[in-house]
């Protein structure tokens, strides 16, 4: 049953200034709010975070300094109880992530060892697995853009690190933060939950930054997150932001899908490229992030221009080109890459690389066609890259007062 024009497609209508006045949550809201983000470090680290302005905190600008994304599994079997466990687990974090939000660690915590630190702009988002809607006996209420990602010829993955019945991704200025709000929410569920995956990333400090307002770059040295769609633009309503016109579905009205990757990088074999081949791998220049062929970070690729030897500029199978809108119909998300580097694992082997969350509208024709492009297309990155984990989670609308309105789902 329709309930009429979905919030992103008022959204669409109105354009930005009539939306903020009619919605004050949501996804969208939050879309026109962003010239009031704090930007310098200092402000950033004596901020709080939440769900103030409409957007989940994992899509605030600018991304903190460290994360931790945390898939975990409820413990029950039958959908009854399953259902019951969803209920009391994200009625807890509903209560528990508004306090944090409010009071910081150390107002909800005794003891917390972040006693003494500022609010580091502590930021809590929430994700719903497939298979939670699933083993709960909520086939009906999943919307068809929240099924498992297919497989990809280039995949490598441990289905350790894969999935979840639910996600976590919680983002401060400061690692203390993050870990001291990581305990608080699983301390509190033990007995329902058990943690699946989990994995910790990070970006340069802020405060290191030349630039705080630069592009990051990643571990492999490149500029990394120059094309995606920005909140100010008409197009990253339709794009990152969910629309869900049906009943069963409306509780992902106006929310948003996440893809997350954990993306082993070779690093040693990267480094032992020469600096114009990791350039053509990419199709960018290392040194500002241009494309090769063009001036300045936010110029267009030219992906027709030739040099004198008749070759493209950019490569046949330079990432760039083989993930960009023009090859993909159009496919665009919001890529939020952080680092990970674990040291080394078993038999000395180096375990960093990319911590990719890609967040979308429709991950089908997000995620999924962009990295079937790079899968058969031969990306020139993938001999440097291993996909070992992979999951896809609703992440449900955040209004003002109401960190996430899962809720919706149960009652
Ligand atoms: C370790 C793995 C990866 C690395 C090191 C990497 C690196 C980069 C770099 C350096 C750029 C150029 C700067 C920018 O626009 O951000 C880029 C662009 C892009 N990447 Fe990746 N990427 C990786 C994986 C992926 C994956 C898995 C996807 C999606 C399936 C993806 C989608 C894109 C898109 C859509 C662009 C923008 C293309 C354009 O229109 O110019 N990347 N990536």
């Known amino acids: 049953m329709s309930q009429g024009p979905s919030r992103r497609g008022l959204f669409a209508g109105l354009g930005a200034a009539g939306a903020t006045g009619l919605l004050t949550g949501g996804l969208i809201g939050a879309a026109v709010d962003r010239g009031q983000e704090p930007d310098s470090v200092r402000e950033r680290v004596l901020s709080r975070s939440g769900p103030r302005e409409g957007l989940p905190p994992a899509l605030h600008t600018p991304t903190p300094a460290h994360v931790h994304v945390i898939a975990l599994d409820l413990s029950a079997d039958t959908p009854a109880e399953v259902a019951q466990q969803a209920r009391s687990v ?115 400090g802020a405060a290191t930054a030349q630039d705080s307002s ?118 665009r998300m919001l890529r939020r890459g952080f680092n990970y580097d674990l040291g080394w694992g078993p038999g000395g082997r180096a375990e960093a690389g990319l911590l990719f969350t890609a967040w979308q509208a429709d991950p089908r024709t997000g995620f999924t066609a962009v990295q079937r492009h790079l899968d058969e297309g031969g990306d020139a990155l993938n001999e440097y890259v291993r996909h070992e984990g992979s999951a896809v989670f609703a992440v449900p609308p955040v209004r003002e007062d109401e960190p996430f309105m899962a809720h919706e789902l149960w009652s």
């Open 90 to 204: 994200l009625g807890l974090w509903r209560e528990q992530v508004r306090e944090l939000h409010e009071h910081g660690t150390e107002g909800v915590m005794e003891g917390s060892p972040t006693q003494g630190l500022h609010p580091a702009s502590l930021g809590i988002t929430l994700g719903l697995g497939p298979s939670l809607l699933e083993r709960a006996g909520l086939e009906d209420r999943r919307p068809e853009e929240l099924e498992d990602l297919p497989d990809f010829s280039t995949d490598r993955l441990d289905p350790a690190l894969c999935g979840g019945d639910l996600m976590l991704h919680v983002g401060a200025e400061d690692p203390v933060v993050v870990s001291a709000a990581v305990r608080h929410l699983l301390g509190s569920v033990r007995e329902h939950a058990r943690v699946r995956w989990a994995l910790p990333g990070f970006q340069r």
């Open 214 to 331: 630069a592009t990051p770059r990643n571990l492999m040295g490149q500029i990394d997150g120059t094309v995606n769609p920005h909140p100010e633009e008409a197009i990253f309503a339709s794009q990152v932001v969910a629309s869900h016109t049906d009943a069963a579905t409306s509780w992902m009205d106006g929310g948003t899908y996440v893809v997350v990757r954990r993306i082993r990088m070779l690093l040693d074999d990267w480094f032992d490229l020469s600096p114009q081949e990791r350039e053509r791998s990419v199709g960018r220049r290392l040194d500002d992030g241009a494309p090769l062929g063009g001036e300045n970070e936010d110029d267009r690729p030219d992906l027709s221009a030739k040099g004198e030897d008749g070759e493209p500029v950019i490569a046949a199978n330079a990432h760039i080109r083989l993930a960009s809108p023009e090859h993909t119909l159009g496919a």
